[in-house]
């Protein structure tokens, strides 16, 4: 009997969630930024500053790091430093977590994607990670950057294709953001702001063609070059400055927007037919400027909301975030959830689940994994 098509398309087989253990409050950080910095900023930005970390939208977020005082005489040797160690172990742990969910070992393993934005190394993290995990060394590897916050849709992309052109076993897709290791200050809006968003995480997704719970269904990307220098890093003295435009939260709508419509058209769907919605937790005004283009409910915005507040803005695994809390509320099969993330370039990406009739069968294989219970 032949099988269906559904059964041969890259599902979603287990995600895997990674944050520091160092958690701040806004209270923490904005007296830390006002203690260290405060008197290079003027009054306004003082005031800006201040409203900004008042906000309800972000409760706490997660450094990696012993203490915030280590920003501030951190050089850029100490900072790739840092970030390498804390990558390599927040995208293991993320690894791990994973695949103890499903009956994959890790020499079953066929291609591994990571991406990040927040450090560079050459050999890339792959590398790092296929020696920490122990992944078979003729595995095929790719190391993404330049994506920004939206990079895990790309990432999502190379590895259903990959996960398409292997009879058997699966692709790893992995995000890890140290956002801290980008940190910078000044009298500088879009600095102020970064510092009362950006936290540091990473995510992890089995991607294979055995049936799982979500089914990836398609997925499209639209990238408006004119609109580079709304949101990316630039150098200034030989290190990374974010740099944010003031009407990019009208700017990701309208690109946000866009790609959702022709997604659902090329799919042959209503906005209605849409139950969940998986959002990249931008900043309050990102998302409430996404939530009027797309029409959607704070109900439907809960999930992306609840991550914000708990983790703050960590870049491009936050929206794994933000679909592992919608993969734990109760849903039926044939409901679709749609991944929508932006970030440099500027680009929008989104990706489009549905819900199978599977449930899981097996039991974890806990002694195939040599890193579980690691710590930072």
């Given at each position: 009997?032949?099988?269906?098509?559904?059964?041969?398309?890259?599902?979603?087989?287990?995600?895997?969630?990674?944050?520091?253990?160092?958690?701040?409050?806004?209270?923490?950080?904005?007296?830390?930024?006002?203690?260290?910095?405060?008197?290079?900023?003027?009054?306004?930005?003082?005031?800006?500053?201040?409203?900004?970390?008042?906000?309800?939208?972000?409760?706490?977020?997660?450094?990696?790091l012993?203490?915030?005082?280590?920003?501030?005489?951190?050089?850029?040797?100490?900072r790739?430093?840092?970030?390498?160690?804390?990558?390599?172990?927040?995208a293991?742990?993320?690894?791990?977590?994973?695949?103890?969910?499903?009956?994959i070992?890790?020499?079953?393993i066929?291609?591994?994607?990571?991406?990040?934005?927040?450090g560079?190394?050459?050999?890339?993290?792959?590398?790092?990670?296929?020696?920490?995990?122990?992944?078979?060394?003729?595995?095929?590897?790719?190391?993404?950057?330049?994506?920004?916050?939206?990079?895990?849709?790309?990432?999502?992309?190379?590895?259903?294709?990959?996960?398409a052109?292997?009879?058997?076993?699966?692709?790893?897709?992995?995000?890890?953001?140290?956002?801290?290791?980008?940190?910078?200050?000044?009298?500088?809006?879009?600095?102020?702001?970064?510092?009362?968003?950006?936290?540091?995480?990473?995510?992890?997704?089995?991607?294979?063609?055995?049936?799982?719970?979500?089914?990836?269904?398609?997925?499209?990307?639209?990238?408006?070059?004119?609109?580079?220098?709304?949101?990316?890093?630039?150098?200034?003295?030989?290190?990374?400055?974010?740099?944010?435009?003031?009407?990019l939260?009208?700017?990701?709508?309208?690109?946000?927007?866009?790609?959702?419509?022709?997604?659902?058209?090329?799919?042959?769907?209503?906005?209605?037919?849409?139950?969940?919605w998986?959002?990249?937790?931008?900043?309050?005004?990102?998302?409430?400027?996404?939530?009027?283009?797309?029409?959607?409910?704070?109900?439907q915005?809960?999930?992306?909301?609840?991550?914000?507040?708990?983790?703050?803005?960590?870049?491009?695994?936050?929206?794994?975030?933000?679909?592992?809390?919608?993969?734990?509320?109760e849903?039926?099969?044939?409901?679709?959830?749609?991944?929508?993330?932006?970030?440099?370039?500027?680009?929008?990406?989104?990706?489009?689940?549905?819900?199978?009739?599977?449930?899981?069968?097996?039991?974890?294989?806990?002694?195939?994994?040599p890193v579980?219970?690691?710590?930072?």
């Amino acid at each position: 009997m032949k099988k269906s098509p559904d059964a041969q398309a890259p599902h979603i087989s287990a995600i895997g969630l990674a944050a520091p253990d160092h958690a701040t409050s806004q209270e923490e950080a904005v007296a830390f930024l006002l203690r260290h910095y405060g008197g290079s900023l003027n009054a306004r930005s003082r005031r800006v500053m201040k409203k900004i970390f008042d906000h309800p939208g972000i409760s706490q977020r997660k450094f990696a790091l012993d203490r915030l005082e280590c920003l501030v005489d951190e050089d850029p040797d100490q900072r790739m430093e840092r970030f390498t160690h804390h990558a390599v172990a927040l995208a293991s742990r993320a690894i791990t977590h994973a695949l103890e969910q499903t009956s994959i070992p890790p020499d079953q393993i066929k291609a591994l994607v990571v991406n990040t934005c927040t450090g560079y190394l050459c050999p890339g993290l792959s590398t790092y990670l296929i020696e920490k995990m122990g992944l078979p060394d003729t595995l095929q590897a790719f190391d993404l950057v330049g994506s920004g916050c939206g990079g895990a849709i790309p990432n999502l992309q190379l590895a259903a294709s990959l996960s398409a052109a292997h009879t058997d076993g699966a692709v790893l897709s992995v995000s890890v953001e140290i956002c801290s290791a980008t940190f910078q200050m000044a009298d500088d809006l879009s600095l102020i702001v970064s510092n009362a968003l950006f936290a540091d995480g990473a995510a992890a997704a089995v991607i294979s063609k055995e049936p799982a719970e979500w089914r990836l269904v398609s997925s499209m990307g639209r990238i408006v070059p004119s609109q580079r220098d709304a949101v990316r890093f630039v150098y200034r003295n030989g290190q990374l400055h974010n740099q944010l435009a003031e009407n990019l939260p009208e700017l990701v709508k309208t690109c946000a927007v866009r790609v959702v419509t022709e997604l659902l058209e090329s799919a042959g769907l209503d906005h209605e037919d849409i139950r969940f919605w998986a959002l990249h937790p931008g900043g309050d005004r990102i998302i409430s400027a996404v939530q009027q283009g797309l029409k959607l409910t704070e109900a439907q915005l809960g999930p992306t909301r609840l991550i914000l507040s708990r983790y703050g803005n960590m870049s491009s695994p936050t929206v794994f975030f933000v679909l592992e809390e919608i993969m734990k509320a109760e849903s039926d099969p044939g409901d679709y959830c749609m991944m929508v993330a932006f970030g440099a370039g500027l680009s929008a990406y989104a990706c489009l689940l549905k819900k199978t009739g599977y449930r899981r069968k097996f039991p974890c294989r806990l002694a195939d994994f040599p890193v579980i219970g690691e710590q930072l």
